[in-house]
């Protein structure tokens, strides 16, 4: 009877394996595309930030319309005022929570995504919006601004890329009557 042959895994074998130049390359190529898809992962949330801005700027201002309908005036933000009155949830101003379209026009507020001192919302009545990136004090009841700051204001049509002033900061989306 015939022996069945055996394989040699001694010093004659082949041997597989990666050379440390190898494994280099591997480790830079799986650094670099980790790198894209960061970069790529943190625009795309920037820019859903910014979608939420203008989506809660637009839902209030459906509600500013219909208060005005049966008031024939904006509202206040809970502040004693007869034209000019504003409010932030950055701190500026009154409380954006005390904005009087709530509860019986709009629940809750909306909140900025980020809720930080960078970002925010804030309205302004006795103003109204003078072209793309400016307003002027008209001290009627009849008139408003609301702005925001985005993150990525080149990427959005109607935004101001290069910012206005308003509330001691530079905002670059502004939106009313």
């Not at 203008?54 to 219909?66: A, E, F, P, S, T």
């Not at 919006?129 to 307003?135: A, F, H, M, P, Q």
């Amino acid at each position: 009877m015939k022996r069945p042959h055996m394989i040699s895994f001694g010093h004659h074998a082949a041997r597989s394996a990666f050379t440390l130049v190898e494994l280099l390359v591997v480790i830079a190529i799986i650094g670099l595309l980790s790198t894209v898809a960061v970069v790529a992962t943190s625009t795309a949330r920037a820019r859903g930030r910014d979608a939420k801005r203008i989506g809660d700027l637009k839902q209030v201002r459906v509600v500013l319309d219909l208060y005005y309908s049966e008031n024939s005036a904006y509202p206040t933000c809970g502040q004693a005022c007869t034209t000019y009155c504003d409010c932030t949830t950055v701190g500026w101003g009154g409380s954006w929570a005390n904005l009087e379209i709530k509860p019986t026009y709009l629940a809750n507020m909306p909140v900025d995504p980020t809720n930080t001192a960078a970002y925010g919302y804030f309205y302004a009545r006795g103003y109204k919006v003078n072209g793309n990136c400016s307003y002027t004090n008209t001290n009627s009841p009849s008139d408003y601004i609301l702005a925001t700051n985005l993150e990525n204001p080149a990427s959005i049509s109607g935004s101001c890329p290069g910012g206005f002033s308003a509330w001691g900061r530079t905002l670059n989306f502004i939106t009313g009557s």
